[in-house]
């Protein structure tokens, strides 16, 4: 599968711990972004990469989040001191820069819950 | 602000009934909109873009400027159009959605 993968696919985790999660875009991509999906919504922005660059951060990003792109490959998103708000699907999607509106490919998500 | 709205959590239909889902925006330029689809247990996917005017699986929308929409359309459904839309907007390179549309399809 030469689609956006996500690891895990399920995460419960207790209020106060940390946890980071992965995601491999396509590729030959070299944007990626995270969103939040929470029940009833649509996805919301989180972040993006261009390569290794994080060019934004949504508001809605306190400073217990935290993402990464090292190598321009692969991200991770790590919330530290979870709460129970942050339980919600967290998505990643991964686009080539053409520069006009890419389209985004997204992966299957990570459910976390915080119990 | 940008915004995207889909006024209908819910629409059903009897299998061949045309099939109208609605997707209104606030945007100041010229807008890039999308379509995505997520069918039970599976990710989203985009169906349709308004820039490539391709009809995807029976379904197209056009984008009307003076009453800032973008609809869905199909003109008879089937049952495997049963999914969850999300209507798009772009903004800044990241995506606006709105609260997505479950379209059921009876048999």
């Known amino acids: 599968d030469t689609g956006v993968s996500q690891d895990p696919r399920h995460k419960i985790t207790k209020r106060g711990q940390n946890v980071t999660f992965r995601c491999d875009p396509i590729?030959?991509?070299?944007?990626l972004y995270w969103y939040r999906q929470t029940l009833g919504q649509g996805p919301e922005f989180l972040t993006y990469?261009?390569?290794?660059?994080?060019?934004?951060k949504s508001r809605l990003l306190s400073d217990r989040f935290s993402a990464e792109r090292p190598k321009g490959s692969f991200s991770t998103l790590e919330i530290q001191r979870t709460e129970q708000g942050d339980s919600a699907m967290y998505l990643c999607?991964?686009?080539?820069?053409?520069?006009?509106?890419?389209?985004?490919?997204f992966g299957p998500g990570t459910r976390l819950t915080v119990l | 602000a940008q915004r995207v709205t889909q006024p209908e959590k819910l629409l059903s239909v009897f299998k061949g009934a045309p099939v109208e889902l609605k997707c209104n925006y606030s945007?100041?330029?010229?807008?890039?909109l999308f379509w995505y689809v997520q069918y039970s247990r599976q990710r989203l996917q985009l169906l349709l873009r308004?820039?490539s005017r391709e009809s995807i699986k029976g379904f197209t929308a056009d984008l009307n400027k003076g009453e800032t929409s973008f609809h869905l359309k199909k003109p008879f459904a089937q049952e495997e159009d049963s999914a969850m839309y999300y209507c798009?907007?772009?903004?800044?390179?990241?995506?606006?959605f709105g609260t997505g549309t479950r379209l059921q399809v009876f048999p």
């Open positions: 999607a991964s686009s080539l820069n053409s520069g006009r509106a890419d389209t985004q490919y």
């Open positions: 990469f261009q390569n290794e660059a994080q060019l934004e």
């Open positions: 308004h820039i």
């Open positions: 945007y100041s330029g010229s807008p890039e």
């Open positions: 798009a907007l772009i903004y800044t390179d990241k995506l606006i």
């Open positions: 590729s030959e991509h070299n944007r």
